[in-house]
């Protein structure tokens, strides 16, 4: 179970979906702020690439998170490279 008050190590969410990140943060004991883009929820290519504690940080429960996304080029969740 949970407790509340009590340190909550913060996952790496670099990397992962808006919608994947924002339920683990929640699921962890974390309040979330988007940062990057509004419609963050259907936006299947944005994916996170910082957030404001550093992965493996312990903090307090409840402790707001922002998280930075960036849209892909495309929805595969592979970035785009440039032909030469």
Not at 27 to 49: D, L, M, P, Q
Request: proline share 5%; glycine share 10%.
């Amino acid at each position: 179970g949970s407790r509340p008050e009590a340190d909550c190590e913060v996952p790496d969410l670099v990397g992962m979906t808006a919608a994947a990140a924002r339920s683990t943060l929640l699921k962890s004991g974390f309040n979330v702020k988007i940062a990057g883009t509004r419609n963050y929820t259907s936006g299947t290519g944005a994916t996170v690439i910082s957030q404001s504690q550093e992965p493996g940080t312990l903090v307090p429960a409840g402790t707001v998170i922002t998280l930075d996304f960036q849209y892909l080029e495309n929805d595969s969740g592979t970035t785009v490279s440039e032909e030469e």
